[in-house]
């Protein structure tokens, strides 16, 4: 099959994303309490990188899901996190790994964790894909981080811009000058 074209620059490719998220499925194996987590992925952002890091778990695990909305068709956050979950969570109780693709401001996840905390988790880490440290605004404890990057606005892998390039295999940086011109050409 062929890569999809794009005109954009590569930060991660995917040949680099998978040695890494089986370095972190391998720690989150390790420091597994006696019973298995419950999977949670924000979607639609994190379904790739959740399904990938379910992949590399030694046991099969259902990866269940839930929404944050903060964007709209903007590539800046705002302060609003509207949580919706997607199917019954069977957190009550358990240990929860939530999965994220990217923890920019922080406030999704503070939402996230104050939710799943309401519907009564017994504990809950995070593992992140990636980490933009200099965008933060809500201070939020990342247990297991792939990759720190640049303030960039970055898509592929799962992420979109507006719905869009989700499909592509690398983590690539999202440039409207570099779109538009594609689109020109
Ligand atoms: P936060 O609430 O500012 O931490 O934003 C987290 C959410 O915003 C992520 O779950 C993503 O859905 C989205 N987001 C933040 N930065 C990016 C980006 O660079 N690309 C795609 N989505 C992003």
């Not at 972190?24 to 990938?52: N, S, Y």
């Not at 046991?59 to 709209?72: D, N, W």
């Not at 109780?93 to 401001?105: N, S, Y």
């Not at 892998?157 to 869009?164: E, P």
Request: net charge negative.
């Amino acid at each position: 099959m062929t890569a999809p074209r794009h005109p954009f620059r590569v930060l991660l490719a995917h040949d680099h994303l998978l040695p890494r998220i089986r370095e972190l499925a391998d720690r989150i194996w390790r420091d597994l309490g006696p019973e298995p987590p419950v999977l949670v992925a924000v979607v639609e952002g994190a379904r790739v990188f959740a399904r990938h890091l379910r992949d590399c778990l030694p046991a099969s695990l259902p990866v269940h899901e839930i929404r944050a909305s903060s964007y709209g068709r903007g590539t800046s956050s705002g302060g609003d996190v509207r949580v919706v979950p997607i199917d019954d969570l069977p957190v009550a109780g358990r240990d929860v790994l939530l999965i994220e693709d990217i923890v920019d401001t922080g406030r999704t996840v503070a939402a996230l964790l104050a939710h799943l905390d309401r519907a009564g988790a017994k504990s809950c880490r995070i593992a992140t894909l990636l980490t933009k440290p200099s965008r933060r605004v809500v201070d939020v404890p990342l247990h297991y981080t792939g990759f720190e990057i640049p303030d960039e606005f970055v898509i592929g892998f799962g992420m979109d811009y507006a719905g869009r390039y989700r499909e592509l295999p690398d983590v690539v940086i999202y440039e409207p000058a570099l779109e538009q011109a594609a689109w020109d050409a």
